[in-house]
């Protein structure tokens, strides 16, 4: 099934190789369904595009994900449970986050070359 989800990153993506050499970057997407109720998603999103926007995935970015989605089921101390795991097709950036330590400050207006 492909689904769209529109949410907030719980931690900052985490960015690994594959044993085939394939880059990967894993994160979670939590969606606002009421005042008392947040459903969270495992995201995975594999090649190149993924590494190159891994960096702008910190906490608390917003984020619109489409991907092909799988639900696990699976039972905890005799207590159903469940979890959606998306392969993520496309992602756009909606905002919001941590700012990263990696980014250079914008020069100050004195400094721009002309």
Do not use: H
Request: charged share 30%; hydrophobic share 35%; glycine share 10%.
């Amino acid at each position: 099934m492909i689904i769209t989800v529109a949410g907030n990153l719980g931690k900052l993506a985490e960015r690994r190789f594959t044993p085939t050499g394939v880059e990967v970057i894993q994160f979670s997407v939590a969606e606002r369904i009421s005042k008392d109720e947040t459903r969270w998603y495992r995201c995975s999103w594999f090649g190149e595009r993924a590494g190159k926007v891994s960096e702008y995935l910190t906490k608390g970015t917003r984020v619109s994900v489409t991907g092909r989605g799988k639900i696990n089921l699976w039972e905890k101390d005799g207590k159903a449970q469940a979890s959606i795991d998306i392969d993520v097709l496309d992602l756009t950036l909606l905002g919001g986050g941590e700012k990263s330590e990696q980014a250079d400050p914008a020069p100050a207006d004195d400094e721009l070359a002309f």
